[in-house]
């Protein structure tokens, strides 16, 4: 079910999360790919001459876990 699956996720990403700066760049992406499965990036205008400083990037993480 759902609900055992965030069960179980808790204490791995409370784990990434916890050691994730004391890890090499190597160690930091194997267990950014261990977690994530994919990383939708979505941009609907360019802002290279905006001034307003609005981004609109919208990023969707889908996670194995």
Do not use: F, Q, W
């Not at 994730?20 to 499965?37: A, F, R």
């Amino acid at each position: 079910s759902t609900l055992s699956r965030y069960k179980r996720a808790i204490p791995m990403l409370e784990r990434c999360l916890n050691e994730y700066n004391n890890l090499t760049v190597i160690e930091k992406n194997e267990v950014l790919k261990s977690i994530i499965d994919k990383v939708i990036y979505t941009k609907t205008t360019s802002n290279h001459s905006s001034s307003t400083g609005v981004d609109d990037t919208k990023v969707v993480t889908y996670l194995k876990i």
